[in-house]
């Protein structure tokens, strides 16, 4: 769909780290949050997330929480990595600058 619009998209995984790694606190587990890491669900041409077992749109509350029941686990960890904290960073306010500046700035 991006290629058809002619968008362009770049993805940085920083291996070994978990959500929220900018912060400065160090990692840990919420038991009480969800993951989503083994959920993949297909989007059709209307922008609808569709379950992946039914291909129903999730555009209920009900549906949501019926297909997010067969994949989403508990107790993700969060938190802080400061090697890849000072990286996206770095990157960020190197994409800002090349991209919202006027060039020469």
Known sequence: MMKATGSQIDITVYPGVHHSFDRSAPPEIDESGYSFT???FEMNSQG???MNFLNIP???PFRQKLALS???GKGPTYGGNPVTRT???EFARRFMG???LP???
Do not use: K, N
């Open 70 to 72: 067969f994949c989403a």
């Open 103 to 105: 060039s020469g700035e």
């Open 87 to 89: 990286a996206a960073f």
């Open 98 to 100: 090349d991209q919202l």
């Open 48 to 50: 609808e997330v569709l």
């Open 38 to 40: 083994d959920c993949r």
């Open 58 to 60: 999730m555009t209920t």
